[in-house]
């Protein structure tokens, strides 16, 4: 699908992640290299730590960008009762105040706007989280542990048995039919759309660490089909357990480092970050008939699957380099034009290796003139918000657009060998610099990657909007 004319417009953005509650916090952060790095915000998480772990109950780091203390929310606000967000997950709630900050930002949130053409689209992971590990402890743990305790004291009375269950029971949030919509993943989106009476689609994507870069294109298609006039898409990931650290402990994934380190040469591995980001998407024609603030356009973005490989997890040179060239086939844009590309880049050697060779693929190697394009990775500051990591990258990059400046990258020193990025047309910015422009007319353009685990690939083309 060719987007010229009927370019997509990014007219509102609200986010919130590792010491930034809101936008400007967040864009004031990344201009200072500011890294959200610190120790997990609950001390219980402390009983699975051990440093020297290799089993799979075990963790080797609690090193992350958490919420911690900004992850708050009023349900009175909202109309919703106190007593349904009590054990649950928090990305329902953080949504809900997100998605209504992002539409305060693109100015519709006072004001008439087609609620009933506006659709709600975010990713979100089904894995672990508070609402399901409680359900699992009221449904099935509370009874699995009473009988351990029944078969070591065979003497034990029925009415002694009911007691103990009882006092466990109290011990764990409430489990009841108002907590019962926060257990369901779809519901983040509708419940957005409830609250916010919008009438459109809702809906969460799950494709792993491209989920909101998918959800970005599911935007984009239905305001270009004209099924939507106006797109809210982004990302969620509000709550990391210490079993969602547990299952990349046991693949190595995780660095051992206190902050991850894109691309350098001590890189051993990414950390996980919390937060949440939503954009409000408009066509441009309508953007401009309206007096919007336009952000940044959405010039083109190619999504692609790895196909047959040797394994599940690995990323695969072929897929992502399918993925960045659908991009500028949709876009019809020369990548050579591009100046900022905010890699997918986790801090993971081999991901990182290989998205800089399949980048290098589509735009070419390194001339005599040396680098001429700008490279970085939002997660040496936030870490890897999975679902929300796309989200974060658009902002980061739209923002940059927007202020024409090109924001640094912490925790890089000097390149990883494997990298060969001296061979390449990338430099790895550490430095707030100004976006100094000589395109030969063409705009200032961003490249945002989102590679997610199990095969999926995706690359979004931002433009600065031009009067």
Same mark, same amino acid.
């Given at each position: ?74 349900? %009175? ?5 106190? *007593?349904? =967000?009590? @054990?649950?997950? +928090? !990305?329902?709630?953080? $949504? ?43 449904? %099935? ?5 009473? *009988?351990? =305790?029944? @078969?070591?004291? +065979? !003497?034990?009375?029925? $009415?002694?048995a009911a007691d103990i269950h009882k006092t466990l ?20 989106a509708g419940r957005i759309a409830n609250r916010l ?145 905010e890699a997918h880049a986790t801090g993971i050697p ?118």
């Amino acid at each position: 699908m060719k987007m010229h004319e009927d370019d997509v417009a990014i007219v509102g953005m609200a986010a919130m992640f590792a010491d930034a509650p809101d936008v400007g916090s967040y864009w004031n952060n990344i201009l200072a290299g500011h890294c959200a790095m610190a120790d997990h915000p609950d001390p219980g998480i402390r009983r699975y730590y051990d440093p020297d772990a290799d089993t799979f109950e075990r963790i080797y780091t609690i090193r992350g960008a958490f919420l911690g203390d900004l992850a708050t929310f009023n349900p %009175l606000e909202f109309g919703v009762m106190p *007593d349904s =967000i009590d @054990g649950v997950e +928090p !990305d329902h709630f953080l $949504a809900l105040n997100t998605a209504r900050a992002a539409l305060e930002d693109a100015g519709l949130l006072n004001k008439d706007f087609p609620r009933e053409r506006t659709d709600i689209i975010l990713g979100h992971g089904v894995y672990v989280n508070p609402s399901n590990v409680n359900w699992i402890q009221h449904g %099935l743990v509370l009874d699995q542990t009473v *009988d351990v =305790i029944r @078969g070591l004291f +065979p !003497d034990m009375t029925d $009415a002694q048995a009911a007691d103990i269950h009882k006092t466990l029971k109290a011990k764990l949030p409430p489990m009841n039919a108002s907590t019962i919509p926060a257990m369901i993943p779809n519901v983040i989106a509708g419940r957005i759309a409830n609250r916010l009476d919008l009438k459109g689609a809702n809906y969460i994507v799950d494709a792993a660490c491209a989920s909101s870069l998918v959800a970005l294109s599911h935007g984009v298609n239905n305001l270009l089909l004209g099924r939507c006039d106006v797109a809210m898409v982004g990302g969620v990931q509000a709550c990391m357990l210490a079993q969602d650290l547990m299952t990349f402990c046991q693949i190595g994934a995780l660095s051992h480092h206190p902050a991850p380190r894109p691309f350098d040469a001590d890189a051993d591995g990414t950390l996980f970050g919390e937060g949440v980001g939503i954009a409000v998407l408009k066509r441009r024609k309508d953007a401009e008939r309206d007096g919007d603030r336009i952000y940044a356009v959405i010039k083109g973005y190619g999504i692609s699957s790895d196909g047959k490989s040797q394994g599940l997890l690995a990323p695969r040179f072929e897929g992502e380099v399918l993925a960045i060239r659908r991009a500028y086939e949709t876009s019809g844009v020369d990548p050579q034009t591009v100046g900022l590309i905010e890699a997918h880049a986790t801090g993971i050697p081999l991901g990182d290796s290989i998205e800089i060779q399949a980048l290098t693929d589509v735009y070419g190697k390194r001339n005599g003139r040396g680098p001429t394009c700008a490279i970085g990775s939002v997660k040496s500051m936030i870490g890897h918000c999975v679902p929300a990591a796309g989200i974060a990258s658009v902002i980061k990059a739209a923002l940059s657009l927007y202020h024409k400046v090109l924001p640094p990258t912490a925790n890089f020193e000097k390149p990883h060998p494997k990298l060969g990025i001296e061979e390449t047309p990338f430099y790895v910015n550490t430095e707030l610099r100004p976006w100094i422009h000589a395109g030969g007319g063409e705009p200032r353009r961003a490249g945002v990657s989102a590679m997610g685990f199990g095969g999926i690939n995706s690359h979004v083309l931002l433009e600065e909007a031009r009067s």
